[in-house]
């Protein structure tokens, strides 16, 4: 966990993490479910084990799943680290 004072205090809440969520999923099912290949998720996630901000399966900036989000093409990293 960082000790960053204003990286705790951009942490969603429980509502924020479920609106996002709900809004992920419509877009992904928009897209049709289509993911990023397997090289893009591991590229991705291989970012995200590195990051002060990761707990192990969750992202403490946005509160994702980062297996789940690294999958979505439409998504991106909170803070910068990967891209859409």
């Known amino acids: 966990m960082s000790d960053d004072p204003s990286a705790q205090s951009v942490r969603p809440g429980a ?3 479920a609106t996002s969520a709900a809004k992920s999923m419509a877009q992904f099912a928009a897209a049709g479910f289509q993911t990023t290949t397997a090289e893009v998720q591991a590229a991705r996630l291989e970012k995200c084990k590195g990051c002060e ?4 399966i969750r992202c403490q900036m946005c509160g994702c799943f980062t297996d789940l989000k690294a999958k979505m093409p439409h998504e991106d990293c909170p803070i910068g680290k990967w891209p859409a």
């Open 53 to 56: 901000h990761h707990e192990g």
């Open 15 to 17: 509502f924020g993490m």
